[in-house]
């Protein structure tokens, strides 16, 4: 494998979270008789006072840190119905570092990339290859805005596009679910009503040109030092094809002193 195919758990981890764009309209995944958002018993005053307090109490359990460190196990399955699966290692620093290891069979590192909020490296340790890149390079094979902050919120589980233009909700037991409109993409976020934890996402492109949509899934949360972390996540995308991916957080760490080796060796290629 070469150059960015080599880390592509990671793109499909951009791509699947990030990149969804979709013909398919949001509202018609919520135009159901039975999934009607707001009741008609609510008045307008009350359903949008309803729908900012959920949005402020959704953006008051976002995970704050420093440092995060992670060892992750990745299972693959692309459009050819082909299977793999490999541990990778995450360490980020807060707005400015995304560190991350990739081991292939027998445990040897095969790629290496460092990420900060104005480059991408990527060392591809196996054909002895250098990248470096701006930041726009992400951009480019995402075809979406993402920033480095983006990357944070998708590595860390907090919801990312959150916008709070809030056109509608839906109150299900235990679970709300708010449809919000932003600049780049629809999206509807639920979310549980006993921590106000990310639940499920779905993700649409406001451009209905386009075809790819994703739905992400947050399981089993886990309390370590007062912070509740999904430690497994489900990501499905489609377009043309069919993209499933898995996150299982094996190992993680909060605000531990990190370093973040990244030295290109003489004898690498750069390209």
Not at 137 to 145: A, C, D, H
Not at 149 to 175: A, C
Request: charged share 25%.
């Amino acid at each position: 494998m070469k150059g960015w195919k080599g880390i592509g758990w990671l793109v499909a981890f951009i791509i699947a979270m990030a990149g969804c764009r979709s013909t398919k309209k949001i509202q018609t995944a919520i135009a159901k008789k039975d999934t009607v958002a707001v009741a008609a018993t609510n008045s307008h005053d009350d359903s949008v006072a309803f729908m900012r307090d959920v949005y402020g109490k959704i953006r008051g359990t976002h995970i704050q840190f420093n440092t995060f460190s992670a060892k992750v196990k990745v299972d693959f399955e692309g459009s050819d119905g082909k299977k793999s699966d490999f541990n990778a290692f995450i360490r980020l620093h807060k707005d400015s570092l995304l560190w991350v290891s990739i081991n292939a069979a027998l445990g040897i590192e095969a790629f290496r990339v460092l990420i900060t909020p104005d480059s991408v490296k990527v060392l591809n340790k196996l054909d002895k290859i250098a990248q470096l890149r701006s930041v726009s390079y992400l951009q480019e094979v995402t075809k979406i805005p993402l920033s480095f902050n983006d990357l944070q919120k998708l590595i860390i589980g907090n919801p990312l596009y959150l916008d709070s233009n809030i056109v509608s909700y839906k109150l299900d037991g235990e679970t709300v679910s708010l449809i919000s409109v932003g600049e780049f993409f629809k999206h509807l976020l639920t979310v549980k009503t006993t921590d106000y934890k990310p639940d499920h996402s779905k993700l649409d492109d406001v451009d209905n040109i386009r075809a790819r949509t994703a739905d992400i899934s947050y399981d089993k949360y886990e309390n370590k030092n007062g912070i509740r972390f999904s430690t497994l996540r489900k990501i499905t995308v489609s377009e043309k094809s069919k993209l499933d991916l898995q996150l299982d957080f094996k190992q993680y760490e909060f605000n531990e002193v990190l370093n973040f080796p990244f030295n290109v060796p003489r004898n690498y290629k750069l390209q």
